[in-house]
């Protein structure tokens, strides 16, 4: 048994996408899943392949923590509201719910298809509102909970991904008028923006190669840090957020980025020349 902060201790949380894609690193719900359970929640792990969600419930017993597995497609309304219900059996109560589903689309206006778009917006932003809608009411009546919803900086600066950084958009301002619906029921809402960092989804998108040894460096020194982020920044941040420590805190969007929202494209300019191209 370690040793915990205890910052969200005795909390029941919820958080959805708790697998991590295959592959090298941490995803952004595992991550955060592990960090919540080690400041003392219990924690419901969705996800709609199971076997990652399993393990990342055995990476947190193994650290002493007490996780559960729920599989669900939480694009489902009747999924959403199993899962909830999941969590209330199972633990008692649900104290937090982390939104973490998110698929990226690359294209402008002109070439995104419209499957594309539909499909974008169910999972980055459909999702959130189904796990929303039977949540809140489950603190509403107890007066007291936290939502944290992971967004992205494409929400808030162009980067050639219209569906994605729609959804994320549209996100951040679900984040804002739930906060505004729901602060009086003792419940706050607020949002992660992460940056360009490296995850095993981002990494199972690139060929190996020297394009993709040159994006990884691209998306370090992009930021004013020039240093790499990974899944557990955007955990520390949402636990942050989930906990009391943040509790007069809600309808915001925190960004974890390395400061990328302060550097104009065009100082990010020289970072972007020489590129290799596929196949190099």
Not at 8 to 21: L, M
Not at 44 to 71: C, N, Q, S, W, Y
Not at 92 to 114: F, P
Not at 172 to 184: F, N
């Amino acid at each position: 048994m370690v040793e915990r902060a205890g910052r969200v201790e005795g909390k029941v949380a919820i958080v959805t996408g708790a697998g991590s894609t295959p592959g090298p690193g941490i995803g952004t719900g595992k991550a955060t899943a592990a960090v919540l359970a080690e400041e003392g929640a219990r924690v419901l792990l969705v996800d709609l392949h199971p076997e990652r969600a399993e393990e990342t419930r055995a990476m947190i017993a193994e650290a002493g923590g007490k996780a559960e597995v729920f599989t669900a497609d939480v694009t489902r309304a009747a999924d959403c509201e199993a899962m909830v219900r999941a969590a209330v059996e199972a633990f008692g109560t649900v104290d937090i719910l982390v939104n973490n589903i998110g698929l990226a689309s690359l294209g402008t206006v002109v070439d995104t298809t419209e499957e594309a778009w539909d499909r974008t917006f169910d999972i980055n932003l459909r999702t959130a509102f189904l796990a929303c809608k039977y949540a809140v009411p489950v603190m509403a009546e107890k007066g007291a909970g936290s939502i944290v919803n992971v967004a992205s900086i494409s929400a808030l600066r162009g980067d050639g991904t219209v569906a994605y950084s729609a959804a994320k958009g549209g996100l951040v301002a679900m984040t804002v008028d739930m906060a505004y619906a729901h602060g009086r029921q003792g419940v706050r809402v607020n949002a992660v923006a992460p940056g360009h960092i490296t995850t095993p989804m981002v990494m199972s998108v690139s060929q190996p190669g020297p394009r993709a040894e040159f994006m990884n460096t691209m998306r370090a020194e992009a930021g004013l840090l020039g240093t790499p982020g990974d899944g557990w920044d955007v955990a520390w941040a949402a636990a942050f957020l989930a906990s009391e420590q943040a509790r007069w805190i809600t309808g915001h969007t925190l960004p974890v980025e390395s400061g990328v929202l302060s550097v104009t494209p065009l100082m990010m300019a020289p970072h972007l020349r020489g590129v290799p191209e596929p196949g190099e």
